[in-house]
């Protein structure tokens, strides 16, 4: 399955446009800019153009613009998978120089499982049920797999154009042959043994982590961001997962129309009365708000599920930058301990004055920067919310606007009738 | 006849009503007495009752004669039947009708409608006959109410009681108004008589309210929200059962459902109870008949009624199909209410941790709305069950009444197919006598032919009463499930309009909230 993933970065979206209850056209528009104001800029521009779906992996297209002198040309595509971009995001942790920088979090893996095994189920219970209603389900569960799978493209894509936009990020050498590198980048997936070296490196950097905030800062801008961030993370944490559930009982609800329509159906087409043609108009009304039903839980799920979800993964980016700060002022402060102890003994001053002076250098370093990044971080979480909450509230606006009309017009007909 | 039913009316288009169950007013309670007071408004500005009145000053009383003849088929046809009631109306049609006569539409004093009810006009000066034919007259100037459940005594012995309101102008009632405290097992008592009286004579008898077997107890007892909507769920099906009940105009003449509505003392009607001996013993009957009913093997000459047994047949497949749907939406939006307000406390917090001003104050702005949504969503469950999946299942079970009928129509057919065989026998019997003769058995034989003849003449005019009945019934049910459905479900549209509406003040009032986010 393919799917183009067309929308460009910052570009306005005109929601206003869509007339007929077409569950796709929404997430052709939609599901962009999470992100917003990153600055579309013309030396580096990055999206992906085209995505297609194998069996049990995803391939990316990946397309870039630019005007750099780094790149052999201007324009130039590659594909990458998944796993590349993982690799892309760790090699970015896991450089030191990045340390004072909000890494933009990675994307999540792509999963169509659930998707999948539902248009199984549905292909083995496809005797059971009528043509109409198979047809109904069939649809239905396609159109699924195509949100899940837009989305997808475009969380790979967010990824990479905060990547791009990032004054210190975009300059760095793995990026450049992530993009421009037009063979497989030979990037496995983390084997048994890495997955559980990361496990245990984890499970130190928690501990650590606890050790680490119990340093009370003496900056108070530091200090109040490390509590705010907290806190925030774990109501952000608990907002998704409850608006998750939400958009979910929406959709189930909506699901149910469409089986009390099709029920409808055959009450109509079946009755020995006149009451025929009432349980057919009916049953029309139900089709049709069940898809308006549906695009709500859809918008609600973009504009409301994703954006939190987002913000969980960036607010733990954060998070993340801020441990790195306090574990290179912990370091600091033992350089100083050690120069004292060294001075003191007079016993390697020089190699303990070194150490403190490359210790207070990178702690500065990264103060400087953390300190803009989460302004910036600050910037771009209300404007993404402001954006994403308007355009939610707007959405839901047209939908129960469309959802009453059509309700009028069906109670108008059959008032008129009898 | 949906006028009555309607527990959460959804503020009936008054927004204030919303504002008013927001407080987290108890639902019923309110709806209860918008029942009592209002349904009755004789507003029939928009009806055909207009034109009634225009062509009648009034009703009609035409005498007819009580044929005598038809007194001893009463008396043999039914179990039980007074026909002492000084009210009792002359009967409509020419042909037996067992137990009480039916009430003849000229009879009504002041054709009042109810509200929202969509009957058609009743024209006085037709013939009996026609009016019967028709089957059309149906205006039934009386209303009931069940209300106030209340609980009476304590412990073990505890109970429900509810109040039956019944407003009327018939005449046969000695007043216009009144109210009788009644309990659950009255209404299956009353059932069960008027079952006995009418069912195996071919009326469609509206079937009582389900029981819980052995939970009813332990649910009265408690005080909680589940037993509260439990109570509630089983005054609404009462009213339901009631409403449908005095419609029926042969029912409505029946002096065991006038007792139930007037009288204020009414003998507790104990074998009712699902584990009481008589309720074993209708549980066996149950069984042997749904045996008896797969052994025999009518001759049906007329194809009508196989007609209809199929279409029953499909339309309770259909109604059953649907009702699993709207149950589980029911169920899903039950979940959405409670999800919707989790995540607003959940919104809620997020706001009072973010520390930009603006955005905190859209955040909680949000809670703000997603909770009222909720309500929302909880008022749409409310209404998808009262009024769409308990038409449902209230058809469900009517349908099973309509099947009982057509069963107890082959098993009289049976009885006059034995009583012919039997005579057959017994001529055999007779003429077996003649060759041997033998004077005194032979008079017995003749005796016992004779006894037989009018046992098979007796059977067959049993059947073709019951055939006609039938006929007569399900034309009336056909009229009344049209009209029901098409009421109920408007109402049920009209709720879902409601809930639009609503959600689009609210968004609305959101908007610019959010777009103050600076």
């Known amino acids: 399955m393919r799917a183009c993933a067309g929308p460009r970065l910052g570009a306005a979206m005109m929601e206003g446009l869509d007339d007929g209850p077409d569950f796709l056209s929404e997430e052709d528009r939609g599901l962009k800019a999470i992100n917003v104001d990153l600055q579309s800029d013309a030396a580096l521009q990055v999206d992906i153009s085209d995505a297609l779906s194998e069996r049990d992996k995803v391939k990316f297209t990946v397309h870039t613009k630019s005007s750099l002198p780094n790149f052999k040309q201007n324009e130039f595509s590659v594909v990458r998978q998944h796993e590349e971009f993982i690799w892309l995001h760790d090699s970015f942790v896991e450089n030191e120089d990045y340390a004072g920088y909000i890494i933009p979090p990675a994307p999540p893996r792509p999963d169509f499982d659930a998707s999948r095994e539902k248009l199984q189920k549905l292909g083995e219970g496809e005797g059971s049920m009528t043509k109409e209603e198979f047809t109904k389900m069939k649809q239905e569960l396609e159109a699924e797999y195509l949100a899940i799978f837009k989305k997808t493209v475009a969380m790979h894509e967010v990824f990479l154009c905060r990547v791009a936009a990032h004054p210190i990020l975009r300059r760095d050498l793995n990026f450049h042959v992530f993009l421009e590198y037009n063979q497989d980048l030979s990037v496995r997936g983390k084997n048994k043994k890495e997955k559980l070296e990361d496990f245990f490196k984890n499970m130190v950097k928690s501990a650590d982590g606890v050790i680490v905030s119990g340093v009370k800062d003496v900056d108070d801008f530091f200090e109040h961001e490390r509590t705010f961030l907290l806190e925030y993370h774990n109501r952000v944490k608990d907002a998704s997962a409850k608006s998750d559930r939400m958009t979910r009982s929406h959709k189930s609800a909506a699901d149910d129309y469409n089986r009390i329509g099709s029920s409808l159906y055959a009450l109509g087409t079946q009755d020995s009365t006149d009451i025929c043609k009432f349980f057919l108009k009916v049953s029309e009304l139900f089709d049709k708000t069940r898809k308006i039903e549906a695009r709500v839980s859809a918008d609600e799920d973009l504009k409301l599920s994703d954006l939190l979800k987002y913000y969980l993964r960036e607010s733990q980016a954060a998070k993340d930058l801020l441990y790195r700060r306090s574990r290179s002022l912990v370091d600091y402060e033992n350089a100083n ?32 920067s953390a300190k803009q990044e989460l302004i910036d971080f600050k910037t771009r979480r209300v404007a993404a919310f402001r954006k994403n909450l308007v355009e939610l509230a707007e959405l839901e606006l047209k939908h129960a606007k469309g959802n009453l009309q059509l309700l009028q017009n069906c109670l108008a007909v059959l008032n008129g009738d009898t | 006849m949906a006028a009555e039913r309607e527990p959460p009316p959804l503020g009936d288009g008054k927004p204030t009503d919303f504002e008013d169950l927001e407080d987290g007013e108890d639902l019923f309670t309110s709806t209860v007495s918008t029942l009592e007071s209002s349904p009755s408004s004789p507003e029939p500005a928009s009806l055909p009752a207009e034109d009634i009145s225009a062509n009648s000053n009034g009703p009609k009383p035409t005498e007819v004669v009580l044929d005598d003849d038809r007194e001893d088929l009463f008396a043999e046809a039914t179990e039980e039947v007074s026909l002492d009631s000084p009210e009792r109306e002359p ?101 069960s008589k008027l079952a006995s009286k009418y069912l195996h004579v071919g009326y469609i008898v509206p079937p009582a309210p389900e029981k819980s077997i052995g939970m009813t107890k332990v649910k009265v007892g408690k005080e909680d929200s589940s037993s509260t909507e439990f109570v509630e769920k089983r005054r609404a099906a009462l009213e339901r059962y009631l409403q449908r009940t005095v419609k029926h105009p042969t029912l409505l003449q029946d002096p065991d459902l006038r007792q139930f509505l007037e009288s204020s003392e009414l003998p507790r009607a104990v074998n009712t109870q699902a584990l009481s001996g008589a309720g074993i013993l209708r549980m066996v009957n149950k069984a042997a008949d749904a045996v008896n009913k797969m052994t025999i093997k009518m001759n049906e000459s007329d194809a009508w009624f196989e007609e209809k047994q199929q279409q029953f047949e499909n339309l309770d497949q259909q109604l059953r199909k649907l009702h699993v749907s709207v149950e589980a939406l029911v169920c899903h939006r039950k979940e959405l209410s409670a999800n919707t307000a989790a995540f607003a406390k959940s919104a809620a917090m997020l706001g009072n941790s973010e520390d930009h001003t603006a955005l905190s104050r859209a955040l909680s702005q949000l809670a703000e709305v997603e909770e009222k949504i909720d309500q929302l969503h909880q008022e749409q469950a409310f209404a998808d069950f009262y009024m769409f999946s308990e038409l449902l299942s209230d058809y469900i079970r009517l349908i099973a009444a309509v099947k009982g009928v057509f069963d107890h129509r082959m098993k009289c057919w049976q009885k006059w197919e034995d009583a012919q065989i039997t005579l057959l026998k017994k001529r055999e019997a007779e003429a077996k006598m003649m060759v041997a003769n033998k004077p005194d058995k032979i008079q017995q034989a003749k005796n016992e032919i004779r006894e037989w003849e009018a046992k098979v003449q007796q059977g067959e005019r049993d059947f073709e009463q019951i055939s006609k009945t039938i006929r007569k019934e399900v034309g009336r049910f056909e009229k009344e499930r049209v009209k029901d459905f098409k009421t109920v479900i408007i109402k049920y549209l009209e709720s879902l309009v409601q809930t639009q509406q609503q959600l689009i003040k609210y968004w609305e009032a959101f908007l610019p909230e959010a777009k103050a986010i600076a």
Do not use: W
Not at chain 2, 147 to 154: A, F, I, L, T
């Open chain 2, 91 to 191: 009967i409509l049609s020419s042909e037996p009708s067992p137990a009480v006569t039916p009430v003849t539409p000229t009879t009504l004093i002041a054709p009042r409608i109810e509200s929202k009810s969509m009957s058609a006009p009743v024209i006085f000066d037709r013939s009996r006959e026609e009016i019967e034919e028709e089957a059309n007259g149906d205006i039934f100037d009386i209303e009931i109410g069940v209300s106030d459940p209340e609980k009476v005594g304590d412990g073990m012995n505890a109970y429900m009681a509810y109040r039956v309101t019944t407003k009327t102008s018939l005449s046969m009632f000695s007043k216009s108004e009144f109210s009788v405290k009644r309990r659950f097992s009255d209404f299956l008592g009353l059932h």
């Open chain 1, 337 to 368: 301990k050690a120069l004292d102890k060294a001075r003191a003994k007079n016993k390697d001053v020089l190699q303990a004055e070194t150490s403190q002076q490359l210790c207070c250098q990178k702690f500065e370093k990264i103060s400087e």
